[in-house]
């Protein structure tokens, strides 16, 4: 006896059923990509407003050295201040420090800057040791010049790491142009600084 069809075996008006849709979870092609170089750039935004952080911090360090009355010292101190502001950058930007390195790299950037500037800058600390009127002087004109190099230091160093330099791949010879217009920008941003300090004064926030 032969066994019983099934009831759906060759009607040719029964169709299989369908294979289930695939549920739509909102993702497209291309949406892990698009997320990843939205955390890549959100990254990079904290990374630059942690480095305009150092860069403020140590500008007013570098305020505070130009400021010290003894002459030559403050030069001494003020180069600390910017190799102590290098040191945390290329930290923060996972940059090998060589600290002969890079004080070679700042003595040629401010040996590009002009012999007149680098001895206004001595001048102004040997100042110091003429009261009354000449160390005033130096004490108003010092600060201000020893934060506008550092800020301008700063931003040379953070720029150049940013897009993915190191302390190797640094010509400064072919930034001597570009530093020497970073400091007079500089200035302003110094002056604004200096500005908030004193009493009362609204702040603005981390020099740029």
Same mark, same amino acid.
Do not use: C
């Given at each position: 006896?032969?066994?019983?069809?099934?009831?759906?075996?060759?009607?040719?008006?029964?169709?299989?059923?369908?294979?289930?849709?695939?549920?739509?979870?909102?993702?497209?092609?291309?949406?892990?990509?698009? &997320?990843?170089?939205?955390?890549?750039?959100?990254?990079?935004?904290?990374?630059?407003?942690?480095?305009?952080?150092?860069?403020?911090?140590?500008?007013?360090? &570098?305020?505070?050295?130009? &400021?010290?009355?003894?002459?030559?010292?403050?030069?001494?101190?003020?180069?600390?201040?910017?190799?102590?502001?290098?040191?945390?950058?290329?930290?923060?930007?996972?940059?090998?420090?060589?600290?002969?390195?890079?004080?070679?790299?700042?003595?040629?950037?401010?040996?590009?800057?002009?012999?007149?500037?680098?001895?206004?800058?001595?001048?102004?600390?040997?100042?110091?040791?003429?009261?009354?009127?000449?160390?005033?002087?130096?004490?108003?004109?010092?600060?201000?010049?020893?934060?506008?190099?550092?800020?301008?230091?700063?931003?040379?160093?953070?720029?150049?790491?940013?897009?993915?330099?190191?302390?190797?791949?640094?010509?400064?010879?072919?930034?001597?142009?570009?530093?020497?217009?970073?400091?007079?920008?500089?200035?302003?941003?110094?002056?604004?600084?200096?500005?908030?300090?004193?009493?009362?004064?609204?702040?603005?926030?981390?020099?740029?």
């Amino acid at each position: 006896m032969t066994a019983k069809s099934s009831a759906t075996d060759g009607d040719p008006g029964t169709r299989p059923d369908p294979a289930p849709e695939p549920i739509d979870d909102g993702a497209h092609p291309g949406a892990a990509e698009e &997320a990843l170089v939205t955390m890549e750039a959100d990254h990079r935004r904290l990374r630059l407003e942690r480095a305009r952080t150092v860069v403020h911090r140590n500008v007013l360090w &570098a305020l505070g050295m130009g &400021a010290l009355p003894i002459p030559i010292f403050d030069i001494l101190a003020l180069t600390g201040v910017q190799l102590k502001m290098i040191r945390e950058l290329s930290a923060l930007y996972d940059v090998k420090f060589s600290e002969s390195l890079v004080r070679k790299l700042l003595g040629s950037l401010l040996a590009g800057f002009g012999a007149a500037s680098v001895g206004t800058a001595l001048a102004l600390s040997l100042f110091k040791l003429f009261p009354p009127v000449s160390a005033a002087l130096s004490v108003l004109s010092m600060p201000a010049t020893a934060g506008a190099v550092t800020h301008a230091t700063g931003r040379i160093f953070t720029m150049h790491f940013e897009s993915g330099g190191t302390f190797f791949d640094l010509d400064p010879n072919t930034l001597r142009a570009h530093f020497k217009a970073e400091v007079e920008r500089s200035r302003a941003a110094v002056a604004r600084l200096q500005a908030e300090a004193r009493p009362g004064a609204p702040r603005t926030g981390a020099a740029s």
